[in-house]
């Protein structure tokens, strides 16, 4: 986006220089830095904004079916582990506190927080990935994975009344389960890379006050991420919980 | 580079203080502790309400703060924002009138 040449050479300019000399992070189109910050920000919001109508769909495809078959999504449901969604919550919580911690590092010029920030919201974000493994693998060990194998003989707990369902609308939820954590895994698996990349930069003196764009924006990114998290958490595990 | 010196170099300034992110991650943690435990109150109909407000409640702190479209030196961005969830509404909501109404048939 802004690896321009002249981006390379700016990081080591005191902030004193560059209020005299041309900024080198200035491209020649912008009036100032910071139209050409609102600007890419903006970009990245109009970015953000398609990735809320794709997440979106699923999320619309989710609720038709969950009013269609309500007693099979309900049992579905139950047979995730809300103290692994829980724990997982919170790790996506804390990594966005350390990713706005970055950015704040990286307005500051703090190279070394900066850093430190971006390794640690990697391992978070691997942290998560780790704990969705697990629990990927219990639904692969009890053939709650979409298929020729799949198998639901669970009931629907209804406050203690057993309610038998049908296991073609189970496997509906699973599909729908599988499609919308394993988008927003990938979604992290993307960010991981996207932050490590940061690190390394970061690491090498790139950024500055004067241009931190993409700690901002692979931020804004981040927390997207994170707020998709915050809605799947309560649909898939919570909502037919109950006693 | 002193944080004196940083602050110079932005006409404005959209960061928060240390202390306020960590409060703001504490209420979401707060938050998110709050939903598990209503997820295991039988509320009837209301616990998907329950969720699904506690959900936004922490979503609005994230795009608010963490975010910053709060405060934020182009005002557009918060068109832009309130444009994506606009539109995320029609989906929802054209989609939920025609499936919800069609116990006729």
């Known amino acids: 986006m802004q690896n321009s040449p002249a981006v390379d050479g700016q990081a080591n300019l005191s902030v004193e220089h560059l209020e005299h000399v041309h900024n080198p992070a200035l491209l020649h189109h912008f009036a100032d830095a910071q139209q050409q910050k609102n600007a890419a920000s903006l970009g990245m919001w109009l970015f953000l904004v398609t990735e809320i109508m794709f997440f979106g769909g699923m999320f619309c495809a989710y609720l038709i079916y969950r009013l269609a078959h309500f007693n099979a999504f309900a049992a579905g449901s139950q047979q995730l582990s809300i103290k692994l969604g829980a724990f997982n919550t919170a790790v996506l919580i804390i990594s966005s506190v350390t990713v706005v911690l970055a950015v704040k590092a990286a307005e500051a010029g703090k190279r070394k927080l900066l850093v430190s920030y971006l390794v640690v919201t990697v391992l978070?974000?691997?942290?998560?990935?780790?704990?969705?493994g697990f629990e990927y693998r219990e639904k692969f060990e009890k053939h709650h994975v979409p298929g020729s194998t799949f198998n639901f003989t669970d009931t629907f707990d209804d406050n203690g009344q057993k309610i038998p369902v049908?296991?073609?609308?189970?496997?509906?939820?699973?599909?729908?389960?599988?499609?919308?954590?394993?988008m927003h895994a990938l979604h992290m698996i993307i960010g991981c890379g996207l932050f490590t990349g940061l690190a390394i930069l970061a690491w090498k003196g790139r950024y500055s006050p004067a241009y931190f764009t993409p700690i901002e924006n692979g931020g804004l990114y981040w927390h997207l991420v994170d707020i998709i998290w915050i809605y799947l958490f309560p649909l898939l595990y919570l909502i037919s919980r109950h006693s | 580079m002193s944080e004196h010196q940083a602050h110079e170099a932005h006409e404005e300034h959209t960061t928060h203080s240390q202390g306020f992110y960590l409060l703001i991650g504490a209420i979401l943690l707060v938050l998110t502790a709050t939903t598990v435990g209503a997820a295991f109150v039988n509320l009837g109909p209301f616990n998907p309400v329950v969720a699904l407000l506690i959900a936004t409640i922490k979503a609005l702190l994230v795009v608010l703060f963490f975010m910053h479209v709060k405060g934020a030196s182009e005002k557009l961005t918060g068109v832009v924002v309130l444009s994506g969830f606009f539109f995320l509404a029609i989906l929802l909501a054209l989609s939920l009138a025609d499936y919800l109404t069609r116990s006729w048939r």
Do not use: D, Q
């Open chain 1, 166 to 182: 049908n296991s073609k609308e189970a496997e509906l939820f699973f599909s729908i389960y599988f499609v919308m954590t394993g």
């Open chain 1, 124 to 132: 978070l974000g691997l942290t998560f990935l780790v704990v969705k």
